[in-house]
């Protein structure tokens, strides 16, 4: 591998693969990505924000391993994927193996040799199968549920975690000898929010991968870049993405998109029925203001909690799911409810 990419020529390579940044703060990491690639066998192990591109840096990864990249880039939903199908998802199984089982499946990992498996969302991986995943990985061989015979295997493995994994493996719901095995190149990907520099390029290129159905959009108005400078953008780049693609749709004229464009898809993505629920929603907290009870901060630390309790009240849903109705990641969530005394009442 070649060493002497200067900045541009770097942000350049890993542009044409899919990952945008004019970013100086992601220039190590995109060093390490390149640096990882080279080296075929090495694990990694990414972290970051629902959002923040994790799978599109493992393709580019993917495509630049000389080794790898004629062969195929596997997906495992780590948070998809149930407690009771998860072995055979992975490892695959024997016709007869277990009720259902009416033909012999290869699995994920056989479908991934000599190629690279993206454990997506690996924190969410169930616990029962940590330390089978950990042999594989370490021994280079699987048994496939209800075979006798191990298979070996040739995978580069590339994991990634919406959430830190060190903390869960202190609260014993990730293996530390597993985190270990798939710590070996650490790269994070910081949340949007954090590499504001990010935003043109990335609206920019989202337009031009829509282009042919949509007008060119050749520029980002100062405005607008402004507007989003102050804004969380929980939901990162793929929250961005998003809404490109609605002002793209509702744009009627002009070449560039300014903050009259973002602002008319935020309204487009409301009905009429919802808007009248806001409206009736803030009168009642003006009311509660207007009678001398709660100050306008209070007020709205008022209505977040009962908003967070209503959610998490949801029977059957998770915090990941909340998080994503929400438009935010599970971190912010998480630090929401602990601030409205909510942490105990959720997983």
Not at 77 to 91: K, N
Not at 97 to 110: E, I, M, N, P, Y
């Amino acid at each position: 591998m070649h060493n002497d990419l200067s900045a541009k020529e770097l942000r350049g390579l890993f542009c044409d693969l899919g990952f945008v940044s004019d970013c100086d703060q992601l220039l190590p990491l995109l060093q390490r990505a390149r640096k990882a690639a080279a080296i075929s066998d090495v694990t990694v192990l990414m972290e970051g924000e629902t959002g923040t591109g994790k799978q599109v840096l493992a393709q580019a990864i993917h495509k630049l391993d000389c080794k790898r990249r004629p062969f195929a880039f596997v997906t495992v939903h780590c948070s998809t994927i149930t407690e009771a199908l998860a072995e055979s998802e992975l490892f695959g199984h024997q016709r007869g193996a277990f009720s259902g089982a009416v033909d012999t499946r290869k699995g994920l990992f056989s479908a991934a040799h000599r190629g690279t498996l993206f454990l997506d969302d690996v924190n969410d991986l169930p616990l029962s199968l940590q330390p089978k995943l950990l042999d594989v990985l370490q021994r280079g061989i699987l048994r496939p549920v209800g075979s006798d015979s191990e298979v070996p295997v040739d995978v580069r493995v590339i994991a990634a975690a919406n959430r830190p994994l060190e903390p869960l493996v202190r609260e014993g719901r990730f293996r530390l000898d597993l985190y270990h095995r798939l710590n070996v190149v650490r790269l994070f990907l910081p949340p949007l929010r954090a590499r504001r520099a990010d935003l043109a390029a990335l609206m920019l290129a989202f337009a031009e991968r829509h282009r042919t159905l949509y007008a060119p959009i050749l520029g980002i108005e100062p405005d607008l870049l402004r507007f989003l400078e102050s804004q969380s953008l929980y939901g990162n780049v793929r929250e961005l993405e998003n809404a490109v693609q609605r002002m793209l749709f509702s744009k009627a004229e002009g070449s560039s998109l300014g903050l009259e464009d973002w602002m008319r898809q935020l309204s487009s993505d409301v009905s009429q029925d919802e808007v009248d629920a806001l409206e009736q929603s803030a009168n009642c907290v003006w009311q509660a203001i207007f009678s001398g009870e709660l100050g306008y901060d209070q007020a709205l630390q008022e209505l977040e909690r009962r908003v967070l309790k209503s959610a998490i009240a949801v029977p059957g849903w998770t915090r990941r799911k909340i998080a994503e109705r929400l438009h935010m990641s599970e971190r912010a969530l998480y630090y929401k409810m602990h601030a409205c005394g909510l942490t105990d009442r959720l997983r």
